[in-house]
């Protein structure tokens, strides 16, 4: 009796072995490895190694975003609501991306500005 293969048993071995193998091994460590080696205070003190990583840990939601906008570029199926959902699916890329960057900076800034008043706050406190 034959069995039927079922594909997602080796989805693993053929994305790691498949013709986009160096994309996969990329993401897969970027964002297993490099975090992990912030861990060593003379490489977390590095500003631009700080960024590298931070890029490598997200280069799989890059690469899958270029590929998004990438296969929407080349769709000869569908030509019906071509630009509009282009357009949709970048503007709203492009949308998260600056809400995701102004949470963080709000994020930062607040935590500036509470290492800056306990700063200060003790300063004033000891000096008299």
Known sequence: MATTENPNEYAFINRATG??????WIMFLGALILPLTLFIKKLASKFWYVILVAFGMKSGMYLERFVIII??????YNTE???????ESASYGIGILFLQG???AMLILGIFE??????????TIYSK
């Open 19 to 24: 013709p986009y193998a160096i994309a996969y």
């Open 71 to 76: 296969t929407s570029f080349h769709r000869d």
């Open 81 to 87: 609501y071509w630009n509009t959902n282009l357009i």
């Open 102 to 104: 102004i949470i963080i």
């Open 114 to 123: 509470i290492i800056k008043r306990k700063k200060t706050g003790y300063n």
